[in-house]
T-cell receptor, first 117, second 112 residues
Framework: GAVVSQHPSRVICKSGTSVKIECRSL??????MFWYRQFPKKSLMLMAT?????????EQGVEKDKFLINHASLTLSTLTVTSAHPEDSSFYIC?????????????FGDGTRLSIL | DQQVKQNSPSLSVQEGRISILNCDYT??????FLWYKKYPAEGPTFLIS?????DKNEDGRFTVFLNKSAKHLSLHIVPSQPGDSAVYFC???????????FGKGTKLSVKP
């Protein structure tokens, strides 16, 4: 089946550091990629949607200058958490979808556990 | 306002029995529904989906039922196995380009 690779799986860094997370679709072209955040015991919260070559569309309440998303190719999207603070600590998951057919499911990466000290 | 609701945060089932996970939604415009399984520290894995034009879709031990009039869907796992223990998320989408709206998940524990 479709595979989405997310890297790194875990990051621990100091407050003020910027952290980049990569998301790759390994065996299909991802026309659309999604970035989610999951808080403990909560559902997945969509942060932003990006289409290849276009600017990302951010959900309400998500700071676009804080969470920079780049979808430079059909197989790679990156999320950069700029000047991270302890409140940014969370589990970040990317997802990708290929094609425009109505029955295309999204496939998820394994997530990145971000811990800001 | 939560558009996709999974009202049971947890479910415990004996191995070999049927597991039934429920999901309710409020938006009648949703036309595609999915179930994902998630282990700790991993991303969700797609399990099974159903279009709003169907009322049942089956894949091996997994069957999803959709009741549009009640805005309700359920995932049946039979027979349940200990390896099925995970958090199950119900998700809904409107249109082919719509974003997935997730429920809060139900933690399934299958006891040997």
């Amino acid at each position: 089946g479709a595979v989405v690779s997310q890297h790194p799986s875990r990051v621990i860094c100091k407050s003020g550091t910027s952290v980049k997370i990569e998301c790759r679709s390994l065996d299909f072209q991802a026309t659309t990629m999604f970035w989610y955040r999951q808080f403990p015991k909560k559902s997945l919260m969509l942060m932003a949607t990006s289409n290849e070559g276009s600017k990302a569309t951010y959900e309400q309440g998500v700071e676009k200058d804080k969470f920079l998303i780049n979808h430079a190719s059909l197989t790679l999207s990156t999320l950069t958490v700029t000047s991270a603070h302890p409140e940014d600590s969370s589990f970040y998951i990317c997802s990708a979808r290929g094609g425009s057919e109505w029955n295309q499911p999204q496939h998820f990466g394994d997530g990145t556990r971000l811990s800001i000290l | 306002d939560q558009q996709v609701k999974q009202n049971s945060p947890s479910l415990s089932v004996q191995e070999g029995r049927i597991s039934i996970l429920n999901c309710d939604y409020t938006n009648s415009m949703f036309d595609y529904f999915l179930w994902y399984k998630k282990y700790p520290a991993e991303g969700p894995t797609f399990l099974i989906s159903i279009s709003s034009i169907k009322d049942k879709n089956e894949d091996g031990r997994f069957t999803v039922f959709l009741n549009k009039s009640a805005k309700h869907l359920s995932l049946h796992i039979v027979p349940s196995q200990p390896g099925d223990s995970a958090v199950y998320f119900c998700a809904a989408r409107r249109g082919s380009q719509g974003n997935l709206i997730f429920g809060k998940g139900t933690k399934l524990s299958v006891k040997p």
